[in-house]
Every structure is written in C-alpha cells, then in structure tokens.
C-alpha cells in the first residue's frame, strides 16, 4: 500500500509518520504542506491512501477531498485534524476514517490495521474477479450429442435446458441436443453472468428472454425469442431472479 502526508505542521507530521513507519507495511512515498500540491501529485501518481489534514494552505484538505473524490479512480481518505464539526461532511464524502489530534496510539494503530485489512481484501476479491472472468471467457463452446455424434455448440447459441430424468436437453433456436448428466452438473459448464436456473427443471439463457409475464402466487412466465415456449420461475427463485433482472 502506498500512501502520502498532507500535514502542514511538522511534529505532527513526524508524529503520523512514526507510527506508520512502525505499526504498518504501508509506504510513504510523499508529504505535503499544501492542498494544491496535492493536486497535481494524484493527477499524475497512482497511491492508495492519502492522510489528510483539513486547516492546510491554500486548498483546504475538505475541498482537497471533494475534488479528489471526483476522479475516475480516487485513494481512501484518512483525515487527521484537531477539529470535530467536520466529521459530517467526511461521513458524506465517504472517508475512510476521521482521526482527531492529539493522536491516541491505540486509535492511530487502529486504524492502521483496519486500512491494511481492506486493502487485503480488496485484493482478494480482485482476484476472485478476474479469475471468473477469465473462466467464463473460455467457456465459449460445449461439445452436446445428438444423433450419436457430438456436436459443438457455442453457448452462446443455447436458448434454455431441461431436466429429462438423469439427462439433460439442451435447446438452441433450432436443434436440440442431449447431455448425459443431470442439470445440476451441466449447469456447471455454463457461465452464471448469462445463464439463471429458474427451477429444478429449467436453465435459461437471460439474454434470450423476450416477456417476462407475471403468474399466480407472484411467480412469473417466461417467453423467449424465437421460440414458442414458456419457461416457469419457481418461487423460491423469485427473490434471485429479481435481482439478475433488476425488476
């Protein structure tokens, strides 16, 4: 984690830069005494943090921050000030702490550890991101059979599957195709960004859903494009569905 000072006092600067030099893996790269300096740093350097005075020079650290949120990408901000009425407005801005002078040590380490936790977890959940992403990307075909052959189909082709005892019927536009293992298994082989189960029986490709109707007991119809077929969703789907929709 990279971080830089904005403090215009110098002990308590020196005092800040203790503590997380000790208590902390996170590196300063920076200090400053003014807000406009600060400025033209962020717009030209990457960091993760910025521990932010508010009464500072030329742009205060509050304006500093408003600005500072505005960019596409912005640091977490800390800010370390003497004075408590601006703890409203940093709750507003969505700071990520607000510490007041004097320093408490307990508070400061704190701190420390809860900003090195997120950042821990940040990474975590970039990872399991981006390893989705890569495996939904290679699932682009999947081999189906039908008439003893196996054929390739890309999965984007696939408008819904259904449940047919220990198998399973895949349904393009047109063909039909038979996979030898249940639903549940199947479903494994398809991407969870384009595919929902509606119900123990059905998998449907979302992007092929014309009308979504609504049925009895608040459940729903689905009609899909191109083909003459209605697709439940069960009720203990509805909630998921919802929100895979944005209804």
Known sequence: ??????????????????????????????????????????????????????????????????????????????????????????????????????????RIVSMLKKLESSEKSKTIENKRRDKNLLDESSLDKVSLWKNDKLIVVKINDIYYCEANERETIVFTKEDKYIVKSSITEFEKNLPSSKFFKTHRSYIVNTSKIKEIIPWFNNTYKLKLKDINLEVPVSRSKIKEFRKVMHI
Not at 24 to 30: G, Q, V
Not at 33 to 46: H, R, S, Y
Not at 52 to 66: E, H, T, W, Y
Not at 82 to 97: P, T
């Open 1 to 106: 984690m990279k971080c830089i000072i904005v403090e215009d006092e110098f002990p308590a600067r020196e005092e800040l830069k203790y503590f997380i030099n000790n208590f902390s893996n996170i590196k300063i790269i920076n200090e400053f005494d003014n807000g406009v300096d600060v400025l033209k740093f962020i717009q030209e350097n990457t960091i993760d943090v910025i521990f932010l005075d508010i009464n500072i020079p030329m742009l205060d650290g509050m304006l500093l921050a408003k600005t500072i949120k505005q960019f596409k990408i912005s640091p977490k901000i800390v800010f370390i000030t003497a004075y408590k009425e601006h703890a409203v407005d940093a709750f507003e801005l969505e700071a990520f702490d607000y510490v007041l002078k004097p320093y408490s040590e307990e």
